[in-house]
């Protein structure tokens, strides 16, 4: 679908929190079109959004999806409502060789600010 292939082209894009294809949207005018859309089909809808955020959003709501327990509260607030197209989003980006490293590395690039966002320590 257009609009997943859309995220994972942000998201692949790196350099949180400067990305370059927000940038562009931002100097096209249409940045404000990729948050409705964000919050349209992945359920993320912040006052002044971050493509961090939004990531971690994904993240926590396919963890949440996938796990079978109770998740610390502070990740709460993270858990979209819109978990299945979040479920199949990550599913398909995890397991696309093409795509997979990228979340790997934002995940090992922003994990001090996941903690910071999560009140996770460890």
């Known amino acids: 679908m257009l ?3 859309v995220l994972k082209t942000v ?3 790196g350099g949180y929190p400067k990305n ?3 940038a562009a949207f931002d100097k096209m005018g249409l940045l ?24 971690v ?3 926590i709501t ?24 979040i479920a199949v989003f990550v599913s398909n980006l995890m397991n ?3 795509y997979k490293d990228h979340i790997y590395k934002f ?9 910071k966002q999560t009140n996770c320590t460890g």
């Open 11 to 13: 998201i692949i894009g």
């Open 107 to 115: 995940w090992r690039d922003n994990n001090i600010t996941w903690k």
């Open 32 to 55: 404000k079109c990729f948050w409705y859309l964000g919050e349209k089909y992945y359920g993320y809808n912040e006052d002044q959004p971050t493509l961090e955020k939004l990531v």
């Open 20 to 22: 370059k294809v927000i």
């Open 96 to 98: 696309n060789i093409l």
């Open 57 to 59: 959003t994904l993240l």
């Open 62 to 85: 396919y963890t949440a999806h996938r796990f079978k327990g109770d998740l610390p509260k502070s990740w709460q607030p993270f858990i979209s409502y819109k978990k299945n197209n």
């Open 3 to 5: 609009r997943h292939q």
